[in-house]
């Protein structure tokens, strides 16, 4: 089926240090969008990757898409204690928007 | 600018029941898609409504239903409550040709529980 997956499933760093989550798709895909989800708040858009290769950069968040346009990456360069969180990729696949399960980020400050 | 807002916030019901979740769209959105999130797991697609016709479903039952009004607003009506409905259910809305999935927007969400 259309599945996308997401490692790790949780990482725990201390503050200052770098994290990476990876996004990884069953079929090649239009675009990857990313969002973050705040502890008991609702995920909040990040990016959407559409060419293959592609890298964009927020600040310290730097994502990519894969050439094959089947992965994607999230990179955050030393963590803060803001980005704790959830951090999902997202899909699309026909008419319907699949989401990975995500990588909870948690902080030592 | 408004953004999406829902309504309940949380809700319990019992087994068996129904209940109605409801969605204001961001300003401007013309689609509207809702989302089911358990605990610990990323968002599952429900169904996506476009110029108040169904545009897209995941793999949900059909008590899960909908409906978009003319304004953009919507509802969520799930029959039949079962115990593994209880999650946060989320509303998202974007702007796009033919309904597509561009950037979601989401709602706080609504909390069902289900006893």
């Known amino acids: 089926g259309q599945q996308v997956m997401q490692i790790p499933q949780y990482q725990h760093v201390q503050e200052g240090e770098d994290f990476t989550t990876y996004c990884n798709s069953s079929?090649?895909?239009?675009?990857i969008q990313w969002y973050k989800q705040r502890p008991g708040g609702h995920p909040v858009f990040l990016i959407q990757l559409v060419k293959s290769g592609e890298v964009k950069k927020q600040k310290r968040l730097t994502f990519q898409f894969g050439e094959a346009k089947k992965n994607s990456s999230l990179h955050i360069t030393a963590t803060q204690t803001t980005d704790v969180g959830t951090y999902f990729c997202?899909?699309?696949?026909?008419?319907?928007?699949?989401f990975g399960q995500g990588t909870r980020l948690t902080i030592n400050p | 600018e408004t953004g999406v807002t829902q309504s309940p916030t949380h809700l319990i019901k019992t087994r068996g029941q129904q209940v109605t979740l409801r969605c204001s769209s961001q300003s401007g959105h013309n689609t509207v898609s809702w989302y089911q999130q358990a605990l610990g797991q990323g968002p599952q697609f429900i169904f996506q409504?476009?110029?108040?016709?169904?545009?897209g479903r995941g793999n949900f039952p059909p008590r899960f239903s909908g409906l978009q009004f003319p304004n953009y607003s919507s509802e969520l009506n799930v029959n039949a409550l079962e115990l593994d409905d209880s999650a946060l259910y989320l509303c998202?809305?974007?702007?796009?040709?033919?309904?597509?999935?561009?950037?979601?927007?989401f709602g706080p969400g609504t909390r069902l529980l289900v006893l």
């Open positions: 409504y476009y110029r108040e016709e169904e545009n």
């Open positions: 079929t090649t895909l239009s675009n």
């Open positions: 998202a809305s974007s702007l796009g040709l033919a309904g597509g999935l561009g950037t979601q927007y």
């Open positions: 997202a899909g699309p696949f026909v008419k319907k928007l699949v």
